[in-house]
């Protein structure tokens, strides 16, 4: 079982920021893209994120020029800086890596941190 651990969540006032962490099994992280997704409640998961393997960034509208996210091989680890948090970016967020991009070859999760932004 591929464990990943997430940390990094809390709660903060809008304007303000957070980093999330998402550590992960070196053999696993090497290979793997990185993706952030959050969800709030009665939502659909949504994709925040993405860092690829040659680590090109890509982020969905709403989070644009306010979330960095990004990768460190050597310490197998992702992260995600969040700034100017607004009150539409309260969710629980949670770290994905997929084996070379494809959910096939194989498909992981962080347990989940939440984020809270008051306005």
């Known amino acids: 079982q591929v464990q990943l651990v997430e940390s990094g969540g809390g709660w903060v006032q809008a304007g303000g920021s957070l980093r999330l962490s998402c550590a992960a099994p070196g053999n696993i992280f090497s290979i793997s893209v990185v993706g952030w997704y959050r969800q709030a409640p009665g939502t659909q998961r949504e994709l925040v994120a993405t860092?690829?393997?040659?680590?090109?960034?890509d982020y969905t509208a709403s989070v644009k020029d306010r979330f960095t996210a990004s990768r460190d091989n050597n310490k197998n680890t992702a992260y995600l800086q969040m700034n100017n948090l607004k009150p539409e970016d309260t969710a629980v967020y949670f770290c994905n890596l997929r084996k070379y991009g494809s959910a096939a070859l194989g498909d992981y999760w962080g347990q989940g941190t939440q984020v809270t932004v008051s306005p």
């Open positions: 860092v690829t393997l040659g680590g090109v960034r």
